[in-house]
């Protein structure tokens, strides 16, 4: 079946085989009960490897010492990462507590790491360890369930404090949005909770027996801050509100930022909007964009599995019209909405409600304690006395929230005394980002977590230099091209290739509507620092008033906007 116009409706061919293992996956079930007993390796064997991302894992190995442990003739030191479910980013103090004593006394590397995706994840787990990793998360109250491989993950919520009922009614609909979503096979509680396996018939009615084509992402946004990066999003629910209060959402599906080296049938894309529902319709407006992209998308290519491959074949208006067939939903126009800001706000913030709302910046969303600048203990320190709630941001910060006037001062003064607040950040530093990936991840080609601060300050010098050290850019760094520090949707962007080796991508906007296209290919740091010199100088010098630095090098035909990634992304338009 297929439009006349586009593509076919479903492709044909021979399936991948991810779609032969979750097929005989029993659920999700796998062997992985049997292989957790095996004491000869440190490792998932078979499809256990790939089926414990639907349990919220990774396996990896750390590849600083992996050329030496071949040497000895050793199996690389595998330990898992495992991420924590946590819809719009909100946990408790005391369940914040429970995660810093675990990093501390069960994961090789004792520290915690705040992701983009709004939630926090271990690195260094043993598998000896995993089960009561996943039974500290039960005890309070937490999960893995469903944070990686073909499923809707983690659910993302704009962490806005100073809007505070606002707030609350989206980060609500958020989390009814993840728990909807979620697998319904008892496969998780069974092997890491020990649960008796129930006598009835596995049912998936939402994600089906093979669950999703590819990984699917959700968020829920309100204008006019942008802080989850909407546009690298399959789904995405932007906040209408009337008289303070949230009447529905704009819905806007099939944003995606992964790519691959030189495959130009990979390109990212930004989010396309279908109108504006009322609240009553979201959930089950929700269920049809994935069970429509459960059945169309591409099950024999996973590098064109998304939901942003799925509408550039069928078209954007047979999707949509499938999603208003299967929700009994019709969209109403768009209602008007804009976004004036990305990132988080460090420093203190007043609420409505009159509380303070204090948001450290976290660089690379790392917590670990270093020599003079213990930053897990530090937010341990505040945990204890905290009686209101954390919120992990999409931005890999922090903030302590719902803070009385009375506690205030104290809790600043325990976060200066850890290192957690310098008045010395730049607004370039507050604004960067960067994924893993060396020495954990096993796709990492070039530097990127480790990269960053270093380089950073390189550009600060640049900046001031220029007269312009005070000024935000947002600059993000990506070790490989599948897109998880989001550095397509920034003004500054590099995508690793190989090490010290770097695409560098410039022209996105300080909102994150515009995808950057690529200045350069392959080039080292050293020369991405001297492009950078000169375009900054150029930009301190003939830039109008208040344009940021992506939007002066569009303006200065310098750069060519990517207007359509689906045609003209890879097109060289650099003059």
């Not at 750390?62 to 479910?85: G, K, N, Y």
């Not at 949509?320 to 990132?343: A, C, D, H, I, N």
């Not at 560098?504 to 950057?516: D, E, F, K, Q, V």
């Not at 109008?544 to 200065?556: M, V």
Request: charged content about 25%; proline content about 5%; glycine content about 8%.
């Amino acid at each position: 079946m297929s439009d006349k116009k586009y593509g076919p409706l479903i492709v044909e061919g021979k399936l991948s085989d991810s779609e032969r293992m979750k097929r005989d996956s029993d659920y999700l079930r796998g062997t992985i009960k049997d292989d957790l007993k095996n004491g000869l390796t440190g490792g998932f064997e078979g499809d256990n490897f790939l089926l414990i991302r639907f349990h919220g894992m990774y396996q990896q190995d750390d590849r600083d010492i992996r050329a030496e442990r071949t040497e000895q003739q050793l199996e690389p030191r595998h330990a898992m990462m495992l991420r924590c479910r946590l819809p719009g980013g909100i946990i408790t103090p005391a369940q914040w507590l429970k995660i810093d004593k675990f990093a501390s006394e069960n994961t090789l590397y004792g520290s915690i790491r705040i992701t983009n995706r709004q939630t926090f994840q271990f690195h260094g787990i043993l598998k000896g360890d995993l089960k009561p990793a996943h039974q500290m998360l039960h005890e309070a109250g937490l999960d893995s369930l469903a944070t990686a491989n073909d499923v809707n993950r983690n659910v993302l919520c704009t962490s806005n404090p100073v809007q505070s009922e606002l707030h609350s009614e989206a980060y609500q609909w958020a989390k009814k949005i993840s728990e909807h979503l979620l697998p319904r096979t008892r496969a998780y509680a069974e092997i890491w909770l020990n649960k008796e396996k129930v006598a009835v018939t596995d049912e998936e009615p939402i994600l089906g027996k093979t669950y999703l084509p590819r990984k699917f992402k959700t968020s829920v946004v309100i204008p006019p801050v942008n802080d989850v990066d909407l546009h690298a999003n399959d789904m995405n629910f932007v906040a209408i509100e009337q008289n303070g209060k949230l009447i529905g959402f704009n819905v806007l599906v099939g944003g995606g930022l992964a790519m691959t080296h030189g495959d130009t049938a990979t390109f990212p894309r930004l989010a396309s909007e279908f109108g504006f529902i009322f609240l009553k319709d979201t959930l089950a407006v929700a269920q049809a964009i994935v069970t429509t992209q459960r059945d169309w998308g591409n099950r024999t290519d996973r590098k064109n599995a998304k939901t942003k491959y799925t509408l550039e074949r069928v078209g954007i208006d047979v999707f949509k019209q499938e999603t208003q067939r299967r929700s009994g939903v019709t969209f109403s126009p768009v209602r008007p909405y804009t976004f004036t800001l990305r990132g988080d706000q460090p420093g203190w913030l007043k609420g409505i409600d009159g509380h303070w709302h204090l948001t450290l910046f976290i660089e690379n969303g790392r917590l670990i304690d270093l020599p003079g600048k213990p930053l897990k203990t530090g937010v341990a320190e505040i945990a204890k006395i905290h009686r209101g709630d954390f919120r992990l941001t999409a931005n890999q910060n922090l903030i302590i929230a719902g803070v009385p006037q009375a506690k205030k001062e104290n809790i600043e003064l325990i976060a200066r005394a850890h290192g957690l607040i310098s008045d010395s950040v730049t607004p370039l530093r507050e604004n960067s980002m960067a994924c893993v990936s060396f020495p954990t991840c096993p796709l990492a080609m070039a530097e990127a977590e480790r990269f960053l601060p270093d380089f950073i300050t390189c550009v600060e010098n640049i900046m001031l230099s220029h007269g312009v050290g005070g000024e935000p850019i947002v600059l993000r760094v990506t070790g490989c091209p599948n897109g998880c520090a989001r550095a397509m949707l920034s003004e500054v962007g590099l995508v690793g290739k190989a090490p010290d080796r770097y695409n560098l991508h410039l022209g996105g906007n300080r909102t994150g509507t515009r995808i950057p296209r690529m200045y350069r290919e392959n080039i080292s740091s050293a020369v991405i620092l001297s492009i950078l010199d000169e375009l900054i100088g150029r930009w301190s010098t003939e830039r109008n008033s208040q344009e940021g630095f992506g939007d002066y090098l569009i303006r200065a035909d310098i750069i060519k906007p990517v207007l359509n990634s689906a045609v003209d992304f890879y097109e060289a338009k650099v003059v």
